[in-house]
């Protein structure tokens, strides 16, 4: 089966292709530096020559560049995965695309499901959501896998930094006051293998189970790697959002649940815990 990953130098795209190479998929990892997904004329150029049977858009432009450039927004998040998923459909493609949990408000205090309605309230948010009405409505054969605070080797964000920042005794800044479920990038491949395997199609949730702050990530990662409590108390300094003065609006309270992937007979993932668990074990190796 030969594949198309496009943004395969980011943290899905890397740990994607890795994974499905490793799965005997003919994967054809694209950079940045090999496409532009805002050139759809590009774009599908190269799923005509290369007639993939499948293409995994993991493209996107971050949450606060998204605030600072609504335009770029537009284009990365929702132009291009329209247009990639219409030329897939052309060439008789199936497309999956990537969405985030922050297409909800957060005002509440459930697990977001599928079914429940989008309420973003930045322009990543907003971006998103339009992306994935776009991308289900240019290809019958789509699927649209929604994550949340994704880690990983390879991640350049707080979650995957932190135990490596606290063994080198850095200080980390941990928000308290939001909650969202955690998803260890190798989970969240092996799921979407598993979901291709089964040609799934639509809307689906994929994290790890249980909910936490950051602050509470960073405590189980210190933990983890081994530091004290009294270490890990000086190291870890809590702070609320509104106190990091970021561009973009956070959600309060999105942890995700997915009664389409039970109704496929898919179990829930491990605990978030366990999965930190294995990354901080990989990465020591
Ligand atoms: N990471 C998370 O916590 C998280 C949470 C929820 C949902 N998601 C979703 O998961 C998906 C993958 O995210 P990620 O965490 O892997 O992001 P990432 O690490 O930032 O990777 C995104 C990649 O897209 C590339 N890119 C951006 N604009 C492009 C363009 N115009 N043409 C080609 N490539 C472009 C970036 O290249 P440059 O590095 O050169 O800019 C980067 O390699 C996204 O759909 C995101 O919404 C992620």
């Not at 063994?167 to 955690?182: E, K």
């Not at 909910?211 to 609320?240: H, K, M, N, P, Q």
Request: glycine share 8%.
């Amino acid at each position: 089966m030969k594949t198309i990953i496009t943004g395969a130098g980011g943290l899905v795209g890397g740990a994607l292709s890795r994974r499905l190479a490793d799965s005997g998929h003919g994967v054809l990892a694209l950079r940045r530096a090999d496409l532009d997904v805002t050139d759809a004329a590009a774009a599908a150029r190269v799923i005509r020559e290369e007639r993939p049977s499948l293409v995994v858009n993991c493209t996107v432009l971050g949450v606060d560049e998204c605030e600072r450039d609504p335009e770029a927004a537009h284009a990365v998040n929702v132009e291009a995965p329209r247009s990639l998923a219409a030329a897939c459909a052309e060439a008789g493609a199936a497309f999956l695309h990537f969405s985030t949990n922050y297409v909800f408000d957060g005002e509440g205090e459930k697990r977001y499901a599928e079914e429940d309605e989008p309420r973003p309230a930045s322009v990543y948010g907003r971006t998103k959501a339009e992306g994935e009405r776009a991308a289900l409505g240019a290809n019958p054969r789509c699927a649209v896998v929604r994550t949340s605070w994704v880690f990983g080797a390879g991640g350049r964000n707080f979650l995957s930094a932190a135990h490596r920042e606290l063994l080198a005794g850095r200080r980390v800044r941990a928000i308290i006051d939001t909650w969202a479920s955690a998803t260890y990038v190798e989970d969240l491949a092996a799921r979407v293998e598993e979901l291709l395997s089964r040609r799934a199609r639509g809307l689906f949730h994929v994290v790890n189970e249980g909910v936490c702050t950051y602050e509470e990530f960073a405590r189980e990662a210190s933990l983890l790697a081994g530091l004290d409590g009294r270490e890990a108390a000086t190291l870890i300094e809590t702070l609320t959002e509104a106190e990091m003065h970021r561009p973009a609006p956070r959600p309060r309270y999105t942890p995700l649940r997915s009664p389409a992937a039970e109704r496929l007979g898919l179990a829930p993932l491990r605990q978030w815990r366990a999965a930190l668990a294995d990354y901080i074990r990989n990465d020591a190796r």
